[in-house]
Nanobody, 130 residues
Framework: QVQLVESGGGLVQAGGSLRLSCAASGRTFSGYTMGWFRQAPGKEREFAATIRWTSSSTYYGDSVKGRFTISRDNARNTVYLQLNSLEPEDTAVYYC???????????????????????WGQGTQVTVSS
């Protein structure tokens, strides 16, 4: 059974930083594209970032571009999201997701859609105080 487990969330002041981690287990993730989404109370799930298996291609949502950085360590089956210059508007539950080999063939710009992802973690809360 595939499991994605996020960690690293917490409470931080505006302007601060956090590093989220997502550990994958249950199968080999060779060829899988990994993504991060977030969801604030009363809002729809929002795309944050995605990274292909080779790490050569990344893509970011407009609201996080220039502040967040996605990376992965395939040997550890782990993907990271570095959050810098955090703002109160970044407060949300952050979810890790994995797109299988078939969905990973989509153009990276299409991987903004949650529908392209086959597996999801349980989420980690990030709260940014002003």
């Amino acid at each position: 059974q595939v499991q994605l487990v996020e960690s690293g969330g917490g409470l931080v002041q505006a302007g601060g930083s956090l590093r989220l981690s997502c550990a994958a287990s249950g199968r080999t993730f060779s060829g899988y594209t990994m993504g991060w989404f977030r969801q604030a109370p009363g809002k729809e799930r929002e795309f944050a970032a995605t990274i292909r298996w080779t790490s050569s291609s990344t893509y970011y949502g407009d609201s996080v571009k220039g502040r967040f950085t996605i990376s992965r360590d395939n040997a550890r089956n782990t993907v990271y999201l570095q959050l810098n210059s955090l703002e109160p508007e970044d407060t949300a539950v952050y979810y890790c997701a994995a797109a299988g080999p078939r969905n990973s063939m989509a153009p990276i710009s299409q991987l903004q859609s949650p529908n392209k992802y086959d597996y999801w973690g349980q989420g980690t809360q990030v709260t940014v105080s002003s």
